[in-house]
T-cell receptor, first 114, second 109 residues
Framework: TAGITQAPTSQILAAGRSMTLRCTQDMRHNAMYWYRQDLGLGLRLIHYSNTAGTTGKGEVPDGYSVSRANTDDFPLTLASAVPSQTSVYFC?????????????FGPGTRLTVL | GQNIDQPTEMTATEGAIVQINCTYQ??????LFWYQQHAGEAPTFLSYNVLDGLEEKGRFSSFLSRSKGYSYLLLKELQMKDSASYLCAVKDSNYQLIWGAGTKLIIKP
């Protein structure tokens, strides 16, 4: 079982360009999440989706958009990248968004915006 | 505001015991999680506490005091492979995880 896959593994992007980070899970989890992880800071939630067809904003949503057309896929789009979006991006999923539901993480995408 | 505090870095000796503390102030509480993250890798789940007390799982134990907003992760019989960052996270009233910055644990032979 693959679990959660993310693509690309890493990317260097020119400022102003757009990019979509892909995330796919094969666990049939209802809830999915996008986080960014920066040195010295905790994981910060960008966007989430509790079920296919719905999305919500997290702590740091500005400059990012998501869609959830089906259960398995949860792409994250940067419409016009800026250097402050340089970070490691993790996609995660859980059975649902309730109390006890451990989140399973993908391997991450390391993004550098120049 | 919401806040999770944990030490930035700790050092311990192989075979010893180490306790990593976490204090939190969040809007609501729906459980506390500990994750392990090796350098360059994704976080992986270690433990979950929602009631006060100690949860033991092999060499790892996690303790929670909701009245004190406090948790710790206890690692026994330390091995070199335990060198990693340990992340504390609290699920708030909106069922969103609020994450601490993590504690980097260095194990020395």
């Amino acid at each position: 079982t693959a679990g959660i896959t993310q693509a690309p593994t890493s990317q260097i992007l020119a400022a102003g360009r757009s990019m979509t980070l892909r995330c796919t899970q094969d666990m049939r989890h209802n809830a999915m999440y996008w986080y960014r992880q920066d040195l010295g800071l905790g994981l910060r939630l960008i966007h989430y989706s509790n079920t296919a067809g719905t999305t919500g904003k997290g702590e740091v949503p500005d400059g990012y958009s998501v869609s959830r057309a089906n259960t398995d896929d949860f792409p994250l789009t940067l419409a016009s990248a800026v250097p402050s979006q340089t970070s490691v991006y993790f996609c995660a999923s859980s059975t649902d968004g309730g109390e006890y539901n451990e989140q399973f993480f993908g391997p991450g995408t390391r993004l550098t915006v120049l | 505001g919401q806040n999770i505090d944990q030490p930035t870095e700790m050092t311990a000796t192989e075979g010893a015991i180490v306790q990593i503390n976490c204090t939190y102030q969040t809007s609501g509480f729906n459980g506390l999680f500990w994750y392990q993250q090796h350098a360059g890798e994704a976080p992986t789940f270690l433990s979950y506490n929602v009631l006060d007390g100690l949860e033991e799982k092999g060499r790892f134990s996690s303790f929670l005091s909701r009245s004190k907003g406090y948790s710790y992760l206890l690692l026994k019989e330390l091995q070199m492979k335990d060198s990693a960052s340990y992340l504390c996270a609290v699920k708030d009233s909106n069922y969103q995880l609020i994450w601490g910055a993590g504690t980097k644990l260095i194990i020395k032979p």
